[in-house]
T-cell receptor, first 115, second 115 residues
């Protein structure tokens, strides 16, 4: 498994502002993954963050809206930019285990509410 | 389009009895399946997984069954305990030729185990 610390745990933000979510892992990992869970919906992959390269975004997610940093092998940030109420979700950081990262372990999540 | 479906949003079971949570999927490329448990204000916790080359995997009180022809899997909890009360997510991945770390999740089933 992995110990994944994520902060803030929750925040209430105003429309048009940005929030940066931090994720710290207790061991070095090549890939970190950011997921989102909108109310009543399933978890959806936003992007994969590799150390030393640009993040890879899934369809429907763009770098301008969700910029990601990955400065080292244990840390990553996700920024939710120019927020609107539709961005109200739980944002989750995760790391993989297994030869294909087939088993994911998640942080405790960030509950974001946008007014 | 939801590729992993959990058609029962909730399940209520008496302590000591068996809990059976069901999951259906549509993508025949999925070759690895996982169950996660989630408590409020926490991230999903990995519970048990199964590869498509197996039809059953057991870990203590938890057993996952996979029926590939029906594209169906189920999680059995025996005996159920009040501490098992949580939201259970089914997830799947297509590890051959797919984005590493991309899991497709169902919307979850709220399990309540009552004394």
């Amino acid at each position: 498994s992995a110990v994944i610390s994520q902060k803030p745990s929750r925040d209430i933000c105003q429309r048009g502002t940005s929030l940066t979510i931090q994720c710290q892992v207790d061991s070095q990992v090549t890939m970190m993954f950011w997921y989102r869970q909108q109310p009543g919906q399933s978890l959806t992959l936003i992007a994969t963050a590799n150390q030393g390269s640009e993040a890879t975004y899934e369809s429907g997610f763009v770098i301008d809206k969700f910029p990601i940093s990955r400065p080292n092998l244990t840390f990553s940030t996700l920024t939710v930019s120019n927020m609107s109420p539709e961005d109200s979700s739980i944002y989750l950081c995760s790391v993989g285990r297994g030869s294909l990262n087939e088993k994911l372990f998640f942080g405790s999540g960030t509950q974001l509410s946008v007014l | 389009d939801q590729q992993v479906k959990q058609n029962s949003p909730s399940l209520s079971v008496q302590e000591g009895r068996i809990s059976i949570l069901n999951c259906d999927y549509t993508n025949s490329m999925f070759d690895y399946f996982l169950w996660y448990k989630k408590y409020p204000a926490e991230g999903p916790t990995f519970l048990i997984s199964i590869s498509s080359i197996k039809d059953k995997n057991e870990d203590g009180r938890f057993t996952v069954f996979l029926n590939k022809s029906a594209k169906h899997l189920s999680l059995h909890i025996v005996p159920s305990q009040p501490g098992d009360s949580a939201v259970y997510f089914c997830a799947a991945s297509a590890n051959r030729g797919s984005t590493l770390g991309r899991l497709y999740f169902g919307r979850g089933t709220q399990l309540t185990v009552w004394p």
